[in-house]
């Protein structure tokens, strides 16, 4: 049972929602929901606010309802896990799919959807704040807010010491909108930074190294397209290791590698609508020309080294093919020849259908004056 967003065409990536299809209310024991909802049920109680766990609660046209009430329900929606708030949000979608993209070992335990989760209700939506806290425990793993339904405000996940911050967005009307920031959960330094328009990405990203916090790549976006520059710095932020340009989101144009030590060039290659044109050039650090291919329009196109070794393969095997041709011919000459010998001395000798019985040595003897008789296999 997951409590549904507005209607939205935005597809749920197969991460949240395998995590969704794969949870089971047993995993969080009454105990333990209890136990992570209990101050905050008697801090609202004191204030007159309604709350309603998640395990009573009757979800309807993704609207919430207290037990079997015809009325939706405006209070505190408790012991709810973050994975059935979160999961149909389009916009979250959007945000974890560029989590994983900027920091691929980034999993769905980083981005808390096992937390559980107290939430404002407001005539059946979710609205207003929501505090999502690790099982069993006080530690904070993410902190949203809604409105109508969708998130609207700031998003913050925390990393598992309920300390530092791993995702910073903010959202508006169910989207990330804004600036987006990704942080280590080793070093807990600031290592990705991406811009929101309305869901969408656009304008600079820079990445960071996360034992230093160093420059590491810079890139522009439009239409959530890589679009000008891309570049990638050495470990000491400053010196160029890799430039490559885009065209909404192709490849175009040149692609340049340097060494970090030197800034030596040590690659080149060309690109066309995202296809490899041209030469491509590898050199060591001394300068010396280590690999060096052509593509046509992305395919690859055989050196001229290449080229004399094919050539040679091939005659070598059309030689092979002859020899054996002519090493056949001939062993059915001398098979021939010894059958004639045979005939020839053996006119009365015991017959066994249509061969001949001889003596094996007579037999050799034949095949060593035939051996002799026939001439060497030759090539056509």
């Given at each position: 049972m997951v409590i549904a967003a507005p209607p939205s065409t935005t597809p749920i990536p197969s991460l949240i929602t395998h995590f969704i299809n794969d949870m089971k209310f047993s995993i969080h024991p009454r105990s333990m929901l209890l136990v992570t909802t209990f101050a905050t049920a008697l801090a609202l109680a004191g204030c007159g606010d309604k709350t309603l766990d998640f395990r009573n609660a009757e979800i309807n046209n993704g609207k919430v309802y207290a037990g079997d009430s015809n009325t939706p329900f405006t209070g505190t929606l408790t012991n709810v896990s973050a994975g059935q708030i979160l999961g149909s949000q389009s916009g979250f979608a959007k945000l974890v799919n560029v989590v994983n993209y900027d920091l691929p070992s980034a999993t769905v335990g980083a981005m808390g959807l096992s937390s559980i989760c107290d939430v404002h209700v407001e005539g059946g939506w979710l609205d207003g704040k929501a505090i999502c806290k690790a099982p069993q425990s006080d530690t904070v793993r993410i902190e949203a807010s809604f409105k109508d339904g969708t998130l609207d405000g700031d998003l913050i996940v925390y990393d598992d010491s309920d300390k530092e911050p791993f995702v910073t967005v903010t959202f508006k009307n169910g989207l990330p909108d804004g600036k987006q920031m990704l942080y280590s959960t080793k070093t807990h330094k600031l290592v990705y930074v991406n811009n929101w328009e309305s869901g969408i990405l656009n304008g600079e990203e820079m990445g960071y190294y996360a034992d230093t916090g160093n420059l590491e790549v810079q890139v522009n976006r439009a239409n959530g397209q890589y679009d000008g520059d891309l570049k990638v710095y050495a470990p000491d932020g400053k010196q160029v290791i890799h430039r490559v340009t885009y065209v909404t989101g192709k490849k175009q144009g040149p692609d340049d590698q340097y060494d970090a030590a030197t800034g030596k060039q040590i690659g080149h290659a060309d690109w066309e609508n995202d296809q490899m044109n041209g030469v491509v050039k590898v050199w060591d650090v001394k300068g010396n020309v280590t690999k060096e291919v052509t593509y046509d329009r992305g395919v690859r196109q055989p050196t001229a080294d290449e080229i004399a070794a094919q050539a040679t393969a091939d005659k070598?095997?059309?030689?092979?093919?002859?020899?054996?041709?002519?090493?056949?011919?001939?062993?059915?000459?001398?098979a021939n020849c010894i059958a004639e010998l045979i005939d020839k001395n053996n006119p009365n000798a015991p017959r066994d259908g249509r061969v001949i019985q001889v003596r094996d040595e007579e037999k050799q003897a034949y095949r060593q004056q035939c051996e002799q008789a026939v001439p060497q296999a030759s090539t056509p």
């Amino acid at each position: 049972m997951v409590i549904a967003a507005p209607p939205s065409t935005t597809p749920i990536p197969s991460l949240i929602t395998h995590f969704i299809n794969d949870m089971k209310f047993s995993i969080h024991p009454r105990s333990m929901l209890l136990v992570t909802t209990f101050a905050t049920a008697l801090a609202l109680a004191g204030c007159g606010d309604k709350t309603l766990d998640f395990r009573n609660a009757e979800i309807n046209n993704g609207k919430v309802y207290a037990g079997d009430s015809n009325t939706p329900f405006t209070g505190t929606l408790t012991n709810v896990s973050a994975g059935q708030i979160l999961g149909s949000q389009s916009g979250f979608a959007k945000l974890v799919n560029v989590v994983n993209y900027d920091l691929p070992s980034a999993t769905v335990g980083a981005m808390g959807l096992s937390s559980i989760c107290d939430v404002h209700v407001e005539g059946g939506w979710l609205d207003g704040k929501a505090i999502c806290k690790a099982p069993q425990s006080d530690t904070v793993r993410i902190e949203a807010s809604f409105k109508d339904g969708t998130l609207d405000g700031d998003l913050i996940v925390y990393d598992d010491s309920d300390k530092e911050p791993f995702v910073t967005v903010t959202f508006k009307n169910g989207l990330p909108d804004g600036k987006q920031m990704l942080y280590s959960t080793k070093t807990h330094k600031l290592v990705y930074v991406n811009n929101w328009e309305s869901g969408i990405l656009n304008g600079e990203e820079m990445g960071y190294y996360a034992d230093t916090g160093n420059l590491e790549v810079q890139v522009n976006r439009a239409n959530g397209q890589y679009d000008g520059d891309l570049k990638v710095y050495a470990p000491d932020g400053k010196q160029v290791i890799h430039r490559v340009t885009y065209v909404t989101g192709k490849k175009q144009g040149p692609d340049d590698q340097y060494d970090a030590a030197t800034g030596k060039q040590i690659g080149h290659a060309d690109w066309e609508n995202d296809q490899m044109n041209g030469v491509v050039k590898v050199w060591d650090v001394k300068g010396n020309v280590t690999k060096e291919v052509t593509y046509d329009r992305g395919v690859r196109q055989p050196t001229a080294d290449e080229i004399a070794a094919q050539a040679t393969a091939d005659k070598q095997a059309q030689t092979d093919m002859e020899a054996n041709y002519a090493k056949q011919k001939r062993d059915e000459a001398v098979a021939n020849c010894i059958a004639e010998l045979i005939d020839k001395n053996n006119p009365n000798a015991p017959r066994d259908g249509r061969v001949i019985q001889v003596r094996d040595e007579e037999k050799q003897a034949y095949r060593q004056q035939c051996e002799q008789a026939v001439p060497q296999a030759s090539t056509p």
